[in-house]
């Protein structure tokens, strides 16, 4: 479980906060450490493999960059969804303003593991984006409906390569597009698809958190069945294998 900033609780002090000692590994903000930050002009970062915003001046002692480690390509590829007008890209510098729009809602971030920013800046979004289209451990594609994007789709590895025979899936739809079944198409196809195309894949995982029956529903009809509880508090998890 990712710590909190001070001591795990949630009144983090400033100092703490701005502390040049402080490391990467003392872990992401909560929500009142991220309203510190933006009151007092403190820049962040979204960090994918603790799933939530650290100051940007941290040590970083969790993972260092490795030049040696060459990019794996995934074959998933974007691609029509069962032919229909749903389909999957990466996301492009040009989508930010409208990333932007999509993911800026607290209603969304109810629903995922990360902390919601609160507001969400436009700076955040293009460095989102940016991580979501440069990294060796994930693959991320916007989900297109009628070539707008509605939404996000993510597979993700296991960070330091020990276990390749296993990955998450996530998602997120905008709010205003839900609905509409956009995300079962886009999940089933999606997951199947990278059972299909990487042979090295048995199984895929995927969380859901406890009380939110539509994303369990969109998981159940992609073929993913509950695991039990998760690891992390209020949360349920689900599998797909071949």
């Keep these: ?4 900033y001070e001591d795990n609780t949630d009144n983090p002090s400033l ?20 309203s510190l930050c933006k009151t007092n002009g403190i820049e962040t970062a979204f960090d994918p493999l603790q799933g939530g915003w650290i100051p940007s001046h941290v040590i970083d002692d969790v993972r260092p960059v490795r030049r040696d480690i060459p990019f794996r390509p995934r074959p998933v590829a974007p691609s029509l969804l069962g032919g229909s007008a749903i389909r999957l890209r990466s996301w492009l510098v040009s989508d930010v303003a409208r990333y932007h729009a999509l993911l800026d809602d607290p209603a969304l ?14 700076d955040q979004a293009a460095a989102l984006i940016e991580i979501a289209n440069n990294s060796n451990h994930h693959q ?8 707008l994007p509605v939404g996000q789709v993510r597979i993700e590895f296991d960070d330091d390569g020990t276990d390749t025979q296993k990955a998450e899936i ?23 698809k990278c059972l299909d195309e990487d042979r090295n894949l048995h199984a895929l995982t995927a969380r859901v958190k406890t009380g939110n029956a539509a994303s369990l ?3 159940h009809k992609a073929g993913f069945i509950e695991d039990g509880p998760d690891k992390t508090q209020g949360w349920i998890r689900l599998s797909k294998t071949r």
């Design 1 to 4: 479980m990712v710590k909190r």
């Design 15 to 34: 100092d703490a906060i701005l502390a040049r000692s402080r490391y990467r590994s003392d872990g992401v903000l909560c929500n009142t450490g991220l």
């Design 109 to 122: 971030w109810d629903n995922m593991p990360e902390t919601y920013p609160n507001p969400l800046t436009l």
């Design 140 to 147: 991320v594609f916007a989900i297109l409906n009628n070539d």
């Design 170 to 192: 996530s998602y997120w739809i905008g709010r205003t597009h839900c609905g509409h079944g956009i995300a079962s198409r886009a999940v089933t196809t999606f997951a199947s």
């Design 217 to 219: 529903r969109v998981l």
